[in-house]
């Protein structure tokens, strides 16, 4: 696995964390007890980790040609992150 900080994943890597922001995922209001706290961590490690895993991994598998690049199953896999982390959040927020 390596790590490509390329202009565009940058960019790609702060639209995500922005488009967070934007949509109040780092709003901390509706926080009443300690409950709501670690669901608010737990959602916003997991966008976090879903948007590094989208923007800024590469992953090649094998040591001779042809090598593997395994960098669509960590978009996916960061899609499926961001999407449960903001359901998650947003469930939470409206069950508080």
């Given at each position: ?18 488009g ?7 709003d ?6 300690q ?8 959602s916003?490690?997991?966008?976090l980790?879903?948007s590094?895993?989208v923007?800024v991994?590469?992953?090649e ?5 042809p ?10 896999l ?9 359901w ?9």
């Amino acid at each position: 696995m390596s790590v490509n900080f390329g202009l565009r994943r940058l960019l790609l890597l702060v639209g995500c964390i922005v488009g967070f922001s934007v949509f109040g995922g780092f709003d901390v209001d509706w926080i009443s007890n300690q409950a709501g706290a670690r669901m608010w961590a737990a959602s916003v490690l997991f966008f976090l980790t879903g948007s590094v895993c989208v923007s800024v991994i590469d992953h090649e598998t094998g040591h001779m040609e042809p090598r593997t690049n395994l960098r669509s199953a960590y978009i996916v896999l960061g899609v499926l992150m961001m999407a449960g982390s903001c359901w998650f959040l947003f469930g939470a927020r409206g069950a508080s």
